[in-house]
């Protein structure tokens, strides 16, 4: 596989992470601008974010949990020359949970629908650490 073949889900990972970013700034400053938080509430208490700013922020800060080990695995998988067509696959389908998360966790935030999404990413974030450790030391 090419490096930019292994890459590609990550330069997707991270730009869902940069519109999220985008996006809660946004409605963070929309919220001040509009009166629903003041500056002088957000000094002494960070709960003070209206329902809306936190829960884009909660969908943001998610992506610096489960996502930072697809980044070792996959930066792992190219200096060793594991990845292959497999692992790009498997690095998409993270991805696409990732999406789905982030989406749910934007809309209407049901939790079990949430909770799917998060166990979707993680069990194949499992699948593909594990198809790396047998490609590794195995050599699958």
Known sequence: MTVQSVLL????????TFFLM????RTRFAAVGAG???IKDLKRDWTSWPERPTQIAAAYHNQFELP?????????AIITTQ?????????????????????VHTG?????????AFLLGAI?????????FLKLFIGL
């Open 83 to 103: 990845a292959d067509f497999l692992f790009v696959i498997l690095s998409w389908f993270f991805v696409v949970a990732r999406l789905i998360h982030a989406y």
């Open 124 to 132: 194949l974030l499992i699948v593909l650490w594990v198809y790396f």
């Open 36 to 38: 629903h938080v003041t």
């Open 9 to 16: 889900p990550v330069f997707a990972q991270i730009a869902l």
């Open 22 to 25: 985008v996006w809660m700034a």
């Open 68 to 76: 930072v080990l697809f980044y070792v695995v996959v930066l792992a």
């Open 108 to 116: 209407k935030n049901e939790i079990r629908a949430r909770f799917k």
